[in-house]
């Protein structure tokens, strides 16, 4: 199959594109959103072609993959012709949350795919068919020494998205384990910063001794499976898809911040006990969210389509 899908999400994409098919991204002039072509920081197989935009009309596309509601007019536009088409869901509602409906939610022609059973929940979806394929990664080994006792923390522009990443509650937990922030414009915080490409992003988190994952309101951040995969402990508020993602034995999960400050000051004073967390989240991420499971989910699903 010859899929067109857009390089929105660089984590969801990299296990996309993972699979049997021929994948088009394409490519704008200043690789702008709406065409940026092949990910620089992650590693993408050679079945990923980067299309010109003008191009894309000359291919022989069989389905679209949509993220963003406005990609149904580019396609059309683009390609010329109506093409078979899935959308795929990556985030929460915003504003008015519990009638927030979905862009899709007056059609019935295109399965709107949520990629948690909290997102399907929490949008109000309407009309559209629904489905969920929940994340899968590609496995980075299990990576963990723990030799640092620092927790690592991974989220973009955490200033700007204080309230929705949590970042507004790390002063609370600095005080039970010192901090180091990953990810795009984390040097605005007062703590220890890296932006990485993937490889090296998990070969750093590896070596903290757990994955604090502060998010209050967000589908499931995929970062939180990779650290669970590298055999990270984990601690996290119980919202979002967390709360379904992270078992007991994984680490610990709760509304109360107290309780998360004391779990990763035991975390930062036992080092075996975090390694037997690391070790069942590890079991727990690949069981749930490994590579294949959300391949077939896929192949099932685009076969339809």
């Not at 394929?133 to 020494?145: A, L, M, S």
């Not at 007062?190 to 502060?214: G, I, K, T």
């Not at 975390?267 to 975090?274: H, I, K, R, W």
Request: charged share 25%; proline share 8%; glycine share 6%.
């Amino acid at each position: 199959m010859r899929i067109l899908v857009w390089h929105v999400h660089g984590s969801w994409t990299t296990a996309f594109v993972q699979g049997r098919h021929e994948y088009l991204v394409p490519l704008v002039p200043d690789r702008g959103p709406d065409g940026r072509g092949r990910a620089r920081t992650y590693d993408w197989p050679g079945s990923v072609r980067e299309v010109p935009w003008d191009r894309l009309a000359a291919e022989d596309v069989d389905v679209v993959v949509y993220q963003r509601p406005h990609e149904i007019d580019l396609a059309r536009e683009w390609l010329g012709r109506e093409v078979p088409g899935v959308y795929v869901e990556h985030n929460t509602p915003k504003g008015d949350v519990p009638h927030t409906r979905h862009p899709l939610a007056s059609r019935s022609d295109i399965p709107l795919v949520h990629v948690t059973h909290f997102n399907e929940l929490f949008w109000d979806n309407g009309r559209a068919p629904t489905r969920v394929i929940e994340h899968g990664v590609v496995d980075p080994g299990h990576r963990y020494t723990g030799e640092l006792a620092r927790a690592a923390v991974v989220v973009n522009e955490p200033v700007r998205r204080a309230r929705v990443a949590g970042t507004d509650l790390l002063a609370r937990f600095a005080e039970a384990i010192p901090l180091e922030v990953f990810g795009m414009k984390a040097e605005a915080l007062p703590y220890p910063s890296q932006d990485l490409p993937q490889v090296r992003l998990h070969e750093e988190m590896a070596r903290r001794r757990v994955y604090l994952h502060p998010y209050r309101w967000t589908s499931l951040g995929l970062a939180l499976i990779e650290a669970m995969h590298l055999g990270m402990p984990v601690v996290a508020p119980a919202a979002t898809e967390a709360v379904e993602a992270v078992p007991p034995e994984a680490g610990v999960i709760s509304t109360r911040v107290d309780t998360l400050v004391a779990a990763l000051r035991e975390f930062a004073a036992d080092p075996e006990s975090a390694r037997r967390a690391g070790k069942a989240a590890r079991d727990a991420a690949l069981a749930r969210y490994g590579l294949r499971r959300f391949l077939d989910d896929w192949d099932r699903l685009l076969a339809e389509v």
